[in-house]
């Protein structure tokens, strides 16, 4: 397998913003994906494409997860092949974790999706990569060569990125951008995060964050920082201490040197949401709902990228004025770590319906 090849899961969910959120995820490490809004495009989308994952929501109209689980295991074995379907489902079908494993699913998720949890799925059941046979090679160079062209000048001159490997594995300039975009949004934590468990001797924790960093500069082509992680993601499963302590410093000053390198990709999304900013559909109260839901059940978790995704995927829709205002104070309190105003900023379904009507 090649480790120039990221992998590709399918999201299965009939709630925008779950997708929005499972998606945020994966890419946080280093994981594209695809969407499917019900059971019947899932099928569609499996006949088209090759994935390595399908995560699979149990409750859906029409095809719920376990008739789609069904008619995806028929496919798989017409093809040939064998590919590891995940169910996600809220956390009152916990009790029915032993039917869904029986039914089929080799692991199951409880929303909200804990990013740990999801990590340690990924680490399990997805390869590094797979070998492209030549032809397919040789149509990708060309798109990747137009891709790259739409790419701003800087961004091919960032030294330790790879550009041309960064549009391979997001497969368009603007996936690309994204990427990057969250890449550096998230350095400052993860380094933090990763220096705590160091600091703590969390050697498990330890290695799932290099894991996902491995994973995520791989995905943007920063190779010498995914090879740098790799090594110390096989240390941690060694156990090899020595090897941790004396190379995480290196690997962290040259993540954090990211910052300043990507620091101009804020420009450059600045300007697409100015561009973006007449065209955005108006956002349903369905979907607002489901949003203030998640960030408050991740915020009773403490759990502050998980919040953040979901900020950024209302960044899609236009607001209404009262939204606008607390959307910006809910950013400002998750930017201060001010838990208890988050919290009272995120108010029940209930109060949020008041206050709509």
């Not at 070998?131 to 137009?146: H, L, R, T, W």
């Not at 975009?181 to 220096?195: M, N, P, R, W």
């Not at 090897?243 to 804020?266: H, N, S, V, W």
């Amino acid at each position: 397998m090649s480790e120039e090849q990221t992998s590709r899961v399918l999201i299965v969910d009939d709630v925008p913003i779950n997708c929005v959120i499972l998606s945020s995820l994966l890419a946080s490490n280093g994981v594209t994906s695809d969407v499917a809004t019900g059971g019947k495009e899932c099928l569609k989308l499996c006949e088209e494409n090759s994935y390595d994952l399908i995560l699979l929501d149990h409750r859906m109209p029409e095809m719920d997860g376990v008739d789609t689980l069904v008619q995806l295991k028929e496919m798989f074995k017409r093809q040939g092949r064998e590919v590891p379907v995940v169910c996600h489902t809220t956390e009152d079908a916990r009790k029915n974790i032993n039917l869904y494993k029986a039914a089929g699913f080799v692991e199951v998720l409880i929303k909200p999706i804990e990013p740990k949890r999801l990590s340690e799925i990924l680490m399990t059941y997805l390869p590094d990569g797979d070998e492209k046979n030549e032809k397919n090679k040789k149509v990708e160079q060309e798109k990747i060569k137009q891709e790259l062209e739409k790419l701003p000048d800087w961004i091919k001159n960032v030294e330790g990125i790879d550009a041309e490997s960064g549009i391979e594995h997001c497969e368009t300039a603007e996936d690309y951008l994204d990427a990057l975009s969250v890449f550096k949004s998230s350095i400052q934590e993860k380094t933090s995060d990763i220096e705590h468990f160091l600091d703590d001797a969390n050697w498990k924790m330890y290695t799932l964050k290099v894991h996902s960093l491995k994973s995520m500069a791989r995905l943007i082509g920063a190779k010498e920082l995914s090879k740098d992680a790799a090594e110390l993601e096989a240390a941690g499963k060694k156990n090899d201490i020595d090897t941790i302590i004396k190379r995480t410093p290196k690997l962290l000053e040259t993540y954090r040197g990211f910052i300043l390198l990507l620091a101009p990709i804020e420009q450059e999304n600045k300007a697409h949401e100015g561009e973006a900013s007449d065209v955005r559909p108006e956002i349903s109260d369905e979907t607002l709902k489901d949003a203030y839901t998640s960030m408050t059940e991740f915020a009773l978790c403490y759990d502050t990228d998980s919040v953040q995704m979901v900020l950024d995927s209302l960044m899609e829709y236009k607001l209404k004025e009262n939204d606008e205002r607390r959307i910006s104070d809910i950013r400002t309190a998750l930017s201060e770590l001010d838990w208890e105003k988050l919290r009272g900023l995120l108010t029940p379904a209930s109060l949020y319906d008041n206050k709509r009507h």
